[in-house]
């Protein structure tokens, strides 16, 4: 599986934009770029994919770049819930392939 | 809807038991898959099933086993317990060829 690297742990104030960057210089064009958090005490929780374009949903934007060797999970406004550990995983489109690779992942710290 | 379901949430053994873990996935979702979660290994996946039948596997021992039943539930079991097994283990479901996986709470055991 293409690897990801992510740094240990970030901070940020409340209320502030957080740009949580994700490296993956051996992604294949048919791996998608998939981001999960996970809260203290609960199981992983789904963030947002995307294989070229950047995306957006209710939860966060995702920035891919151009040749898509790194991404980057926007959270618009860190609030308190937002303390996680976000993982950035490459996940293979192909048939009868699911399993997700964790990694680290990035421990986010809000500070209020 | 009801979310991913796992009992038990918590369960203590001692070295050479057997356990029986379970998992209830989202309505309709076909697809369970079995993560083990400690904190020298990070999350690491076991095995995932589809329509009762083992469609990926991680790379764990032949003492960690799963099997699926026709109305989609999961049941994992780990035969002779080692210290090591102590974890969170957590399920995840989804749609066949979604790419979103939806995990439960996990079900923590302590191996004594």
């Known amino acids: 599986d293409a690897k990801t690297t992510q740094p240990n742990s970030m901070e940020s104030n409340e209320e502030e934009p957080v740009h949580l960057p994700c490296n993956h210089s051996?992604?294949?064009?048919?791996?998608?770029i998939h981001w999960y958090r996970q809260l203290p005490s609960q199981g992983p929780e789904y963030v947002i994919h995307?294989?070229?374009s950047n995306v957006n949903n209710r939860m966060a934007s995702l920035a891919i770049a151009e040749d898509r060797k790194s991404s980057t999970l926007i959270l618009h406004r860190a609030t308190l819930r937002d303390a996680a550990v976000y993982y950035c995983?490459?996940?293979?489109?192909?048939?009868?392939?699911?399993?997700?690779?964790f990694g680290k992942g990035t421990k986010l710290s809000v500070i209020p | 809807k009801a979310g991913v379901t796992q009992t038990p949430r918590y369960l203590i053994k001692t070295r050479g038991q057997q356990v029986t873990l379970s998992c209830s996935p989202i309505?309709?979702?076909?697809?369970v898959s079995w993560y083990q979660q400690t904190p020298g290994q990070g999350l690491q996946f076991l095995f995932e099933?589809?329509?009762?039948?083992?469609?990926n596997k991680g790379n764990f021992p032949g003492r960690f086993s799963g099997r699926q039943f026709s109305n989609s539930r999961s049941e994992m079991n780990v035969s002779t317990l080692e210290l090591g097994d102590s974890a969170l283990y957590l399920c995840?479901?989804?749609?066949?060829?979604?790419?979103?996986?939806?995990f439960g709470p996990g079900t923590r055991l302590l191996v004594l």
């Open positions: 995840a479901s989804s749609l066949d060829n979604d790419e979103t996986q939806y």
């Open positions: 051996t992604i294949s064009g048919t791996d998608y």
């Open positions: 995307g294989l070229t």
């Open positions: 995983i490459l996940r293979y489109s192909g048939a009868g392939s699911y399993q997700l690779t």
């Open positions: 309505s309709g979702h076909r697809s």
């Open positions: 099933y589809f329509s009762e039948t083992q469609r």
